[in-house]
């Protein structure tokens, strides 16, 4: 625990920082109106807190900077309240009832312009869907198509292919039987495969859902989860990488985004924004950056994730802000598309 005059000096020495960019001096820090003491007692405390491991002192300068742990103090003692998200542009989402693909671009891109950096943002997994609609379209004889419009908007097609041509009023009852059957059901629920597999059913027309069935159980083990990325180019202008291998690793797991879904899973069990501060991310290619994220979605469930990635020597305040205030909206856009 620090001395809340340390305390103070770190908070000035951090925020400097990240105004600026430059190490900060006590003789600096000492101009300040809210620091009382001399340029000895700073300099004391400073060289205090680097002992602590809180500062680093570069051997080219008089001045420190913060350490990974200074930030993470800062970070978990020191931010002022965030309050309300900047004002710039808002975050409010007029979606309802839109496409959830939409909310998502919409959201990606808002947060990366009032934030100035990387903005990320994971898409509900088609499974967590209910059905909303269902049509059944004979296209030739032997050719149907099998159209599922999900409750958040998604729209899947599958054409299938008979032996023989199909009776246009098989067609028509399958229709009217899978909306009635179907309807508000999960993809992913079990009593969506008993009911696609109705025992009652006579011959014909069991053989008929068994043939369509794939339109809805295939579904979501060919569907990938979404990610909506914005900001790449702000992150690679504003932020000078250590070394080429560095930024090479962070275009890879942006390319290939298996290791950021998995990044970001670790927000699904938060209700409430955390950050990640360089060395405390598992992902090597996020070692010289933040993370500040938040899950969205469901009182009882979150869906997705929404998040930023910078430099460690980001707005934090206004970072934890714009990503609450950006999950808080969508949690509100998804509770009414979910709504049976």
């Known amino acids: ?9 770190l908070r000035k020495v951090v925020e ?3 105004d600026g960019g430059h190490p900060v001096g006590s003789k600096a820090l000492a101009t300040d109106v809210d620091l009382e003491w001399g340029p000895s007692t700073i ?15 570069p051997h080219t300068s008089a001045g ?10 800062f970070v ?8 309300p998200a900047p004002a710039q542009r808002p975050l409010a989402l007029s979606l309802v009832r839109r496409e959830v693909d939409e909310a998502m671009r919409v959201t990606t891109e808002t947060l990366s312009q009032v934030t100035n950096l990387l903005a ?26 099998v159209v599922v419009i999900t409750s958040t908007g998604g729209v899947s097609k599958r054409v299938l292919t008979f032996d023989a041509p199909v009776d246009a009023g098989l067609a028509d009852w399958g229709a009217s039987y899978l909306n009635e059957q179907l309807v508000g059901l999960g993809l992913g629920a079990r009593l969506l495969h008993q009911r696609l597999a109705d025992p009652s059913l006579g011959a014909r027309e069991r053989g008929f859902l068994a043939a369509v069935a794939p339109a809805f159980t295939e579904l979501t083990e060919t569907a990938e989860e979404s990610l909506y990325v914005d900001g790449t180019a702000r992150l690679v202008s504003s ?19 298996v290791t950021l879904l998995g990044v970001l899973r670790s927000a699904l069990d938060k209700r409430d924004v955390f950050v990640r501060i360089g060395r405390e991310n598992e992902a090597p290619a996020l070692r010289s950056l933040a ?21 460690l020597r980001m707005d934090y305040g206004r970072a934890i802000a714009s990503v609450r205030a950006a999950a808080t909206e969508l949690s509100r856009f998804v509770e009414d598309v979910y709504e049976p």
Do not use: C, K, W
Not at 64 to 73: E, I, L, S
């Open 120 to 145: 990320i943002v994971s898409a509900p997994p088609l499974e967590t869907a209910t059905i909303r609609h269902v049509e059944v379209l004979l296209l030739q004889p032997q050719v149907l198509m």
């Open 1 to 9: 625990m620090l001395t809340p005059r340390q305390e103070l000096i």
């Open 76 to 83: 978990d003692r020191l931010l002022p309240d965030a309050g």
């Open 64 to 73: 420190r900077v913060p350490t990974d742990a200074g930030y993470r103090y």
């Open 239 to 257: 932020y000078r990488f250590e070394d080429q291998q560095q930024l090479n690793a962070m275009m890879e797991m942006l390319e290939r985004r």
């Open 291 to 311: 993370l500040v994220a938040s899950g969205y979605g469901l009182p009882a469930r979150n869906l997705g994730t929404v998040s930023v990635i910078g430099p």
């Open 16 to 18: 400097v920082h990240l």
């Open 43 to 57: 300099r004391y405390e400073l060289a205090m807190l680097e002992e602590h491991g809180l500062l680093a002192h």
